[in-house]
Nanobody, 127 residues
Framework: QLQLVESGGGLVQPGGSLRLSCAAS????????IGWFRQAPGKEREAVSC????????IYADSVKGRSFFSRDVARNTVYLQMSSLKPEDTALYYC????????????????????WGQGTQVTVSS
């Protein structure tokens, strides 16, 4: 059974930083497109970033561009989303997800393309 487990969320002050992790079991993350998404209360789930297999491509939402960085640790079978200069509007439940059907190396921010999801990790930005 393919499983994704996010961690690293928490309460952080505006301007602070967090590194979210997404670990996988039963498959190799580096072989697939991975997306980071978030959902705030009362809002639709939105894409934050995605990375194609082997890191061949990356996309960042305009809202986080320049202050987020998506990386992979192949040895740990884990991906990370480093977020800095956090704002209250970044408060949301953050999910990682796998798209097993994207052309190799590419990724999409279309939430409907992702078929495997973690349980989410809460990020709260507040003073």
């Amino acid at each position: 059974q393919l499983q994704l487990v996010e961690s690293g969320g928490g309460l952080v002050q505006p301007g602070g930083s967090l590194r979210l992790s997404c670990a996988a079991s039963e498959f190799i993350l580096d072989d697939y497109a991975i997306g980071w998404f978030r959902q705030a209360p009362g809002k639709e789930r939105e894409a934050v970033s995605c990375m194609g297999a082997r890191g061949y491509s990356e996309i960042y939402a305009d809202s986080v561009k320049g202050r987020s960085f998506f990386s992979r640790d192949v040895a740990r079978n884990t991906v990370y989303l480093q977020m800095s200069s956090l704002k209250p509007e970044d408060t949301a439940l953050y999910y990682c997800a796998v798209d097993r059907d994207s052309p190799f190396g590419s990724c999409t921010t279309d939430v409907g393309r992702y078929t495997y999801w973690g349980q989410g990790t809460q990020v709260t930005v507040s003073s």
